[in-house]
């Protein structure tokens, strides 16, 4: 097994988690801190808009991840891959790139059709 | 010049099932961590004293002998690992018996806990209330979960089913239980230590 596919491996398996949790954690930070002003604005751009571009590159990251898992399992090498650990975990991170990719889209399609800064 | 392609690297040592008992365990620190950070979102948004609604601060007494049992119990926990390694059967047992008995002695002493709590609070009393009895009933599940896996290879152990060179479960169940401990940590000074501080 190359240190390339190493990394690619790692990169995969973390991609899909790691883009849900930001998306989570920097679209609620632009939503508490550009809706409690009077102008709802993040440098000058809209709040949702914001929220929207956070969601597809959160999106993007997340598919990249995923395609990366199924390049992996495609390139299968038995003899850098003894235990079936990399089959496995390149497997495991192509069922969760699905997963959060719909929770991401889920989410990224709340802040567009609600408004992110109207109160309860 | 030898791009990161092509430079080896070891192949990866563990078992597929090392692998999953990792990923699960991750899945599960961000249920935890998600839970835990509802609870600090309640709190911040909550104004005047926490706990809310006059629930007295918790008494630490109880939670710090549980929490002091759940960390002495990684200890045999460990060891049951590296006495499976060694091909120590005895050893093995007497580690894996160790750890169910200081697990089930945390569990006797949160259902004791739960018992007097019940009359303070209940998860419908308020928002604390639910966050509290999710948080540490999530908790608890896991001991429970922790204390079958423990049960199913020590019968194994019994049975001399470990080898040194083949012990997988034990690996698995010694890593699944400091688990457990470490996400106890956090929830102990999350919902016992810093309402009392």
């Known amino acids: 097994m190359t240190a390339g596919r190493r990394l690619a491996l790692g990169g995969a398996v973390l991609a899909a988690p790691v883009a849900w949790a930001a998306q989570l954690v920097i679209g609620y930070s632009v939503e508490e801190g550009g809706c409690s002003v009077a102008d709802p604005q993040i440098a000058g751009a809209d709040v949702a808009n914001v929220a929207g571009v956070v969601s597809l590159v959160a999106l993007a990251l997340a598919l990249g991840g995923g395609v990366t898992a199924l390049l992996l399992l495609r390139r299968r090498d038995a003899s850098g891959d003894p235990r079936g650990s990399v089959h496995f975990l390149a497997g495991a991170a192509a069922m969760a790139a699905v997963i959060f990719s719909i929770l991401i889209v889920f989410g990224g399609v709340a802040t567009l059709v609600l408004d992110p800064c109207s109160a309860g | 010049m030898t791009t990161l392609e092509h430079r080896a690297a070891p192949p990866l040592t563990r078992e597929p099932a090392w692998w999953g008992m990792l990923l699960l365990i991750a899945t599960e620190a961000a249920l935890f961590a998600l839970l835990l950070a509802s609870y600090f979102y309640t ?155």
């Open chain 2, 43 to 197: 709190k911040f948004q909550t104004e005047g004293p926490w706990p809310p609604d006059g629930i007295a601060d918790p008494k630490l007494a109880k939670p710090i002998v549980m929490t002091v049992l759940l960390m002495l119990s990684s200890i045999p926990a460990y060891l049951a690992e590296r006495n499976a390694r060694r091909g120590d059967q005895r050893g093995l047992v007497l580690a894996l018996l160790a750890t169910l008995l200081l697990g089930s002695a945390f569990l006797a002493l949160q259902i004791w806990e739960y018992t007097e709590k019940a009359d303070l609070f209940t998860p419908r009393t308020n928002a604390y209330g639910s966050l509290f009895y999710t948080i540490t009933g999530l908790h608890g599940a896991h001991v429970v979960a922790g204390l079958v896996l423990l049960l199913w290879t020590l019968a194994f152990a019994l049975r001399g089913a470990f080898t040194a060179e083949r012990h997988l479960a034990v690996q698995n169940v010694s890593l699944y239980w400091h688990f457990v401990h470490g996400v106890w940590l956090f929830v102990f000074v999350s919902l016992y230590l810093l309402p009392s501080l």
